[in-house]
């Protein structure tokens, strides 16, 4: 091949690589994640804050990456004795949702003085 259509060929790859994430993000409901999350309440909270130790904080977290952690679990691998359970069945588009709702909540810190 000549330079010139690796380089054209390369482009299109990169094009259609982000095409295949954008719809996702676009689709995604937080209020169906909100009304999903309550599968998460115990552990993660609805509001995104950790109620055990053990758990993340969700609120505020790019969608990008809870979505990518959720697959993960989902496809084994990452794994966690709860986690590998819950997202076992999630759809893609219940995980986006999910992300979605986690990612819309604000967090605020205040710097001690």
């Not at 084994?76 to 949702?97: F, H, P, W, Y």
């Amino acid at each position: 091949m000549t330079r010139m259509i690796k380089i054209a060929l390369s482009r299109i790859l990169v094009i259609a690589s982000f095409v295949t994430v954008i719809p996702s993000a676009h689709s995604a409901d937080p209020e169906e994640g909100r009304k999903l999350a309550t599968q998460c309440k115990t552990c993660h909270g609805l509001d995104g804050i950790a109620k055990i130790p053990v758990a993340p904080h969700l609120a505020g977290e790019s969608q990008i990456y809870i979505e990518k952690q959720l697959k993960a679990f989902r496809s084994g691998k990452r794994e966690n004795d709860m986690m590998s359970v819950v997202a076992k069945n999630l759809t893609d588009q219940q995980i986006s949702d999910l992300a979605a709702w986690y990612q819309s909540i604000e967090i605020t810190a205040k710097m001690p003085e």
